[in-house]
């Protein structure tokens, strides 16, 4: 789920850190998993990327989903064309189908939330399912957990009920690439069918999860480069030049969106690879004469 309500924060950054820690006694620092063959095969790069976000909390308004923005961003910046977001209550039904889909149409597919202890945390299962896999716990997720579970008398003093349900967290659809991609987290990233990605719903830990992950992807090689034209004008009069500029850039995959703002004008937004950086910048000078505006600049966006 994403943002749980305060248990499930505490579930699952009891351990995440060290500057996390409630305790001042040292906490143990884990290695990163080693670099793996390409999970698309030799030679294939990530081209499109698919997001599904699991929660009822989130159908329900309780929670706002800001992973999927965050993920966008993310995607835009690696020069991943991000397709498609979804997002989902937690049924076991809807995960099974949405994953399979996605997995078919996609490279590269993160799921967020329904990974903690509680009842309606079913997406290891879920997936598990998905893809004819058991389920197991994994024994090196095990041991992290514990390990850092020594620096935290509440979670020390659990009975065997509520330890079984921490523990939760480590059964893992059995076949699963296990990512530790952090020193200081010990909830790992794991990975199906060589593209879809498993990551907790709380933002933090996503966010510092899917930057973890980098390295393990086999991104491609281009990266976008986008330039912006603001104009005064309405969004009507200037509507027929960019119609034929869009048809007129279509042979160089640069994409024109128009992006009006009420009673402060449009912005138009030039897209395409930064091989083409020099095409863009000239087109984006025809365009301000056009549309009698002017160059607002140019992002290559760094994801926060």
């Not at 076991?92 to 078919?104: G, L, T």
């Not at 059964?171 to 990551?199: M, S, T, Y």
């Not at 930057?211 to 004008?233: A, C, E, I, K, M």
Request: hydrophobic residues 40%; neutral net charge.
């Amino acid at each position: 789920m994403s943002a749980r309500a305060l248990p499930r924060l505490s579930a699952l950054t009891s351990h995440f850190g060290r500057s996390m820690s409630r305790s001042a006694s040292p906490v143990p620092s884990f290695a990163k998993s080693p670099l793996p063959p390409n999970p698309l095969g030799e030679g294939k790069k990530i081209k499109t990327a698919g997001a599904l976000i699991i929660g009822d909390e989130i159908l329900n308004g309780k929670t706002a989903d800001t992973n999927s923005t965050f993920f966008a961003q993310y995607c835009f910046e690696l020069g991943i064309e991000l397709k498609r977001i979804e997002v989902i209550a937690d049924d076991e039904d809807e995960i099974v189908e949405a994953s399979r889909r996605m997995v078919q149409n996609y490279d590269f597919v993160i799921t967020s939330g329904g990974i903690g202890p509680t009842h309606d945390d079913i997406t290891y299962a879920s997936l598990a399912k998905a893809f004819n896999q058991p389920l197991k716990h994994h024994a090196q997720t095990l041991t992290r957990m514990a390990e850092l579970s020594k620096h935290r008398k509440d979670l020390q003093n659990q009975s065997a009920e509520q330890k079984v349900a921490r523990e939760r967290m480590a059964l893992f659809p059995a076949h699963a690439e296990v990512l530790f991609v952090g020193e200081d987290i010990w909830v790992p990233v794991c990975r199906l069918e060589g593209k879809l990605c498993i990551f907790p719903g709380i933002p933090v830990l996503f966010k510092k999860m899917l930057h973890g992950l980098t390295p393990y992807l086999p991104l491609p090689d281009s990266r976008p480069f986008r330039h912006l034209v603001h104009t005064s004008l309405p969004e009507s009069s200037i509507a027929p030049y960019l119609t034929s500029l869009h048809e007129r850039l279509k042979a160089h995959k640069i994409r024109v969106g128009s992006y009006p703002q009420l009673q402060r004008g449009v912005t138009i937004s030039l897209i395409g690879d930064n091989e083409h950086e020099a095409m863009i910048r000239q087109i984006g000078e025809e365009v301000a004469r056009e549309i009698q505006g002017t160059v607002v600049g140019d992002t290559m966006p760094k994801v926060d």
